[in-house]
């Protein structure tokens, strides 16, 4: 179960990698995620699980993540989380990869 809450987090708040590297801006803000925008690094919108989220500092309208920029490139986030419990793999996937998370569901 996740910390973070809907109410934590405002359309267009900056999202940076744990490396402090800027990923782009939260487009929309769902239960279970937050969906930052397609750009520069994205080339097709990301939804990423509050999991994957370290911190967020609404002073200076940041989010910062706990993957660098390259591991979340590399991450499964093309599909909200809760769409994934359709698909076994991508859920299975982001389980092992994510850390800290726990293991894969045999």
């Known amino acids: 179960m996740s910390q973070w809450k809907q109410e ?5 708040m900056e999202v940076y990698s744990s490396a402090d590297e800027d990923l782009g801006h ?8 937050i969906q930052v925008q ?3 690094i994205f080339h097709k919108d990301r ?3 509050y ?3 370290a911190s967020v500092d609404a002073d200076a309208n940041r989010v910062y993540l706990l993957v660098s920029k390259a591991e979340a490139k590399e991450m499964q986030w093309d599909l909200r989380p809760s769409e994934k419990l359709a698909d076994p793999v ?3 996937y982001d389980q092992g990869h994510l850390p800290d ?6």
Do not use: H, L, R, V
């Open 8 to 12: 934590q987090f405002k359309k267009g």
């Open 90 to 92: 991508g859920y299975t």
């Open 38 to 40: 397609k750009g520069i």
């Open 51 to 53: 999991d994957a989220i």
């Open 26 to 33: 939260i487009e929309n803000i769902f239960d279970d995620c």
């Open 47 to 49: 939804y990423i699980p």
């Open 101 to 106: 998370s726990p293991p894969p569901m045999a």
